[in-house]
């Protein structure tokens, strides 16, 4: 059974640094397509990062340039490492993996990890 924990969300000041980790179960994260996602109150679910099965890593919205995404193949865990916080990245952070398996896709979430910033 795939099961992926994200961790490392808290409260932090604006301008502040925090690192999101996500652990899979079931599943390797290499060469699947993983995202990470984040859903602020009464927003929709967005793409923040998006690490293609192929190894390349595109990024979305207003994390553009304070936002790395990385993968650890021997940990099985992919990172979100967020710099220059505000308060508008506050949101549950999500990741993400989608595969194929006889022909059928498969997508899986985490439970999600709260960022909180304070200003």
């Known amino acids: 059974q795939v099961q992926l924990v994200e961790s490392g969300g808290g409260l932090v000041q604006a301008g502040g640094s925090l690192t999101l980790s996500c652990v899979a179960s079931?599943?390797?994260?290499?060469?699947?397509?993983v995202g990470w996602y984040r859903q602020a109150p009464g927003k929709q679910r967005e793409l923040v990062a998006f690490?293609?099965?192929?190894?390349?890593?595109n990024y979305a919205g207003s994390g553009k340039g304070r936002f790395t995404a990385s993968r650890d193949n021997a940990k099985n865990t992919v990172y979100l490492q967020m710099n220059s916080l505000n308060s508008e990245d506050t949101a549950v952070y999500y990741c993400n993996v989608q595969f194929w398996r006889a022909r059928l896709q498969y997508d899986y979430w985490g439970q999600g990890t709260q960022v909180t910033v304070s200003s």
């Open positions: 079931g599943i390797t994260f290499s060469g699947n397509t």
């Open positions: 690490l293609s099965s192929g190894g390349s890593i």
